[in-house]
């Protein structure tokens, strides 16, 4: 039994909208699953259904190998939920915040203080145990909210969009406490609309779109599903109508297309290399100024998906 998490054809309706619309998936021990799509595409509901938090309409939840039903409280505190909105006492310290929610898992006081300090070293908030939480930036909320999500030592770590509205350095900040947490061999479930994010943190991603899920796997594997073709952009000082001739004339370019000062082509072969399309160009090579292999992301296999930009 290597799932600490399975989904099995999950759905729900609000009124007429169906917000999720059968989504199956599973969180192995020591993975990081991210579920990757844009606002609305139906992440929240999903793991709140996943956790316990919501009814689901129909659909299974399976946590370390047992059902998830209404009354099943070990199976929920095998779970660490980590929600958008922060679940914080703002005039409380950060250790009393975490106090609180241990105690609430009945948790004794002795074992407490010590999880205490594990989990605020673990998102690195160690020097800022005294300290109340209104006077903590964004990001740092965040991270004492997953200190939180980690006090009864879960399974799996359950994190819903952890670096909306920060700042860059705040944001680098929770990334990298959860990168610690996966390293350290956590189950983690990360939502994101940020495809850096999943492309960083998870070894598995399903890609999400109006409720149900259109493609799972690596990074690379979903990737590779939608290469046509290797792609090269070449940049000029200044691009001049005659170039797109001779780009065109090469016998081993699929496609051309030129934007700006620069232009982009897919070859046929994968083989081919940035100087084999030099040979072709020579007249014209001292106006490059650049030349490189452009790499798909996550971006562009949705787009490939939907006909939609990932982002709003
Ligand atoms: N409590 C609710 N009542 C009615 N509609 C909801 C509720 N929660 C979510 N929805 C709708 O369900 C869809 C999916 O929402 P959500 O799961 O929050 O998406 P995401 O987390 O991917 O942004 C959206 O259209 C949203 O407006
Ligand atoms: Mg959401």
């Keep these: 039994m290597n799932e600490v998490l399975i989904c099995k054809d999950l ?25 990757l799509g844009p606002n609305g595409a139906g992440k929240t509901t999903t793991i709140s259904m996943a ?4 009814e689901r309409d129909s659909g299974e939840v399976i946590v370390d190998g047992k059902p998830l039903l209404h009354t099943s409280t070990n199976e929920k505190m095998a779970i660490g939920y980590v929600p958008q909105d922060l679940a914080l006492y703002p005039e ?19 074992e407490l203080t010590k999880r205490i300090d594990s989990v605020l070293e673990l998102v ?10 209104n006077t903590f930036s964004g990001g740092m909320k965040r991270r004492a909210n997953i200190a939180v999500g980690l006090v009864h030592s879960p399974l799996l770590l359950v994190l819903d969009e952890p670096t909306v509205g920060v700042d860059p350095q705040s944001r680098n900040a929770i990334l990298e406490a959860v990168q610690n947490l996966i390293s ?72 051309v297309e030129q934007k700006a000062n620069e232009i982009e082509i897919v070859l046929t ?31 562009s296999v949705f787009l490939s998906l939907t006909g939609k930009e990932l982002r709003d």
């Design 184 to 255: 350290g061999g956590l189950a983690v479930l990360y939502t994101t609309h940020y495809m850096e994010e999943a492309e960083r943190l998870c070894n598995q991603i399903g890609i999400v779109d109006s409720g149900k899920l259109i493609a799972e796997g690596s990074k690379h594997s979903l990737v590779k599903t939608i290469e046509t073709g290797k792609r090269i952009n070449i940049k000029f000082d200044e691009f001049k109508a005659s170039y797109l001739q001779i780009f065109n004339q090469i016998p081993f370019i699929q496609h």
């Design 92 to 110: 409380l310290s950060v250790s009393d915040n975490i106090r609180f929610f241990g105690r609430l898992y009945g948790i004794n006081s002795k």
């Design 51 to 54: 956790c316990g938090l919501m």
């Design 11 to 35: 759905k729900k309706k609000f009124g007429s909208r169906q917000a999720v619309d059968g989504i199956s998936f599973s969180v192995d021990k020591g993975q990081c699953y991210g579920l």
């Design 269 to 299: 072969d994968e083989n081919i290399q940035i100087a084999d399309i030099f040979q072709f160009v020579k007249e014209i090579a001292p106006f490059i100024i650049a030349a490189e292999i452009v790499e798909p992301d996550l971006e």
């Design 124 to 133: 690195g908030l160690s020097d800022r145990k005294g300290d109340r939480v």
